[in-house]
């Protein structure tokens, strides 16, 4: 199992910058991904950016430029830096991990923390 908190989410107004951050405990051996997904009102859940254990990254469309994720070197704890912080990123914001467990990919999310950008 892997478990996932996250926290540092909060009100901003819109042009400022927050920094999320994700600590993982359990078997983190055993990770191949981790990253953040947001979840707005009525809107499904997306994904906003995500590392692999190669530490190769990508991001949404909607925040390059403008966020970066990164980890610390025992990859125990996930960051997301938000700059440039516009109304559009308020959501619920998620840490996600997966591995592989008998062929098939397991996701493991933490319970989300608040994003709520003023405009």
């Known amino acids: 199992q892997v478990q996932l908190v996250e926290s540092g989410g909060g009100l901003v107004q819109a042009g400022g910058s927050l920094k999320l951050s994700c600590a993982a405990s359990?078997?983190?051996?055993?990770?191949?991904?981790m990253g953040w997904y947001r979840q707005a009102p009525g809107k499904q859940r997306e994904l906003v950016a995500r590392?692999?254990?190669?530490?190769?990254?990508n991001y949404a469309d909607s925040v390059k430029g403008r966020f970066t994720i990164s980890r610390n070197n025992a990859k125990t704890t996930l960051y997301l830096q938000m700059n440039s912080l516009e109304a559009e990123d308020t959501a619920v914001y998620y840490c996600?991990?997966?591995?592989?467990?008998?062929?098939?990919?397991?996701?493991?999310w933490g319970q989300g923390t608040q994003v709520t950008v003023s405009s």
């Open positions: 996600n991990a997966q591995r592989i467990g008998g062929g098939v990919t397991i996701p493991y």
């Open positions: 359990g078997m983190i051996s055993l990770i191949n991904t």
């Open positions: 590392i692999t254990r190669g530490s190769s990254t």
